[in-house]
């Protein structure tokens, strides 16, 4: 039993972890009961040394005094002043006016908003949650299939995720070793190809299925002409001045992301004293907010660190890499999945490289 445990401690380690999150346990706990259990198992069956335990207090503290990680607060706090301040709706309701004739134009506004939503909040939740309460409402009063309706609005707000300043890509250039900047540069353009993905998905379906999309009625298009064109250059203005402000200094090197987090949220309370909508409320809630989205992201992080170090020390990312590569397509299977997975194409040239150069070496390795 034990030499059974031993061979496939990597897989049971993987499935104890899936178990946990099936089971409703916070993702950070679960990672850091996961490592921490396995841990102590590997060194009482001989497979990991009792130094192993001494390491974890230096990976957590490596994240704690991680300045890369200083962007995450700025940036969290930037998304949450402007959502806060009521952006999400005025760029909801102006942008439904200026597509409300087309057919599935309030569609095509949830993607054009979420799009400059993630451009401007990086916060995936606030993203969703701003676009769900605004939008939904209206769409399915309108006549929008259901369907489609939260598709493209659970759709649009996790382009989040990848469209900069995403906190995605902040951990992911940490964990990589990359700089956030050249981590923004990469996403920059996959974000506006899959933005333009879904405007073609709702383009398809107003063709396919007019039903499920249809226009705004003549009586709920209430703005025409100049004072639309007002509305829309008031609306998209300061969201879009303040996106180039941002990661524009960031991309031509004026400023380092962190920088660029602290000037985005100097920018976004300057935004919400404009619209006279910046109160103590406001900032008390978007403080609190910011607190509890940090804290989260940093707990994640730490229990990550845990699981990972123990996962390595069992062999577990080489067990990852022989069950990718042995899938059908080989190689060239992998770099498909990684894609689809969200696996960093930046490990692809080392684990290629290993299996070319040193085939036998990530059997013998303990």
Not at 65 to 80: C, D, Q
Not at 85 to 101: N, P, R, V, Y
Not at 215 to 241: F, K, N, Q, S
Not at 339 to 360: C, F, K, N, W, Y
Request: net charge positive.
């Amino acid at each position: 039993m034990a030499e059974l445990l031993i061979a496939n401690m990597a897989p049971i380690m993987f499935l104890a972890l899936v178990l946990f999150l099936l089971l409703g346990y916070p993702v950070a706990f679960s990672l850091a009961a996961v490592g921490m259990t396995f841990g102590v198992l590997g060194i009482h069956l001989g497979l990991l040394t009792p130094n192993l335990l001494q390491a974890f207090p230096a990976r957590i503290f490596g994240i704690m005094k991680n300045e890369i990680l200083l962007a995450v607060p700025f940036f969290t706090f930037m998304g949450l002043i402007l959502e806060r301040s009521g952006m999400a709706e005025d760029l909801l309701e102006t942008i439904g006016q200026l597509f409300g004739g087309v057919r599935g134009g309030l569609a095509y506004a949830v993607v054009f908003v979420g799009a400059l939503l993630a451009a401007t909040t990086g916060v995936v939740a606030a993203s969703v949650i701003a676009m769900g309460l605004i939008s939904l409402p209206i769409m399915l009063r309108y006549g929008y299939d259901k369907r489609l309706a939260t598709g493209i609005i659970a759709a649009s707000g996790t382009l989040a995720q990848i469209i900069p300043p995403s906190l995605v890509l902040i951990v992911m250039a940490d964990v990589l070793g990359r700089s956030v900047g050249d981590m923004y540069k990469g996403a920059f353009i996959p974000g506006l190809v899959l933005t333009g993905l879904y405007m073609l998905w709702v383009f398809l379906s107003t063709i396919l299925w007019p039903h499920t999309a249809p226009a705004l009625p003549p009586e709920a298009r209430t703005l025409r002409g100049w004072a639309l064109a007002r509305r829309v250059a008031v609306a998209m203005a300061p969201p879009l001045a303040l996106i180039f402000l941002v990661l524009g200094s960031i991309f031509i090197g004026w400023a380092t992301p962190t920088e660029g987090g602290a000037l985005g949220a100097v920018g976004a309370l300057l935004l919400a004293l404009l619209k006279r909508r910046l109160n103590l409320r406001l900032l008390t809630e978007a403080t609190q907010a910011t607190a509890k989205i940090v804290s989260f992201v940093i707990f994640i992080l730490i229990g990550s660190s845990v699981f990972s170090l123990v996962f390595r020390g069992v062999d577990g990312d080489l067990w990852v890499e022989h069950l990718l590569l042995d899938l059908p397509g080989g190689p060239i299977g992998f770099f498909d999945r990684g894609e689809h997975a969200g696996i960093s194409v930046g490990i692809l040239p080392r684990l290629l490289r290993d299996q070319l150069h040193h085939p036998t070496a990530a059997g013998t390795r303990r």
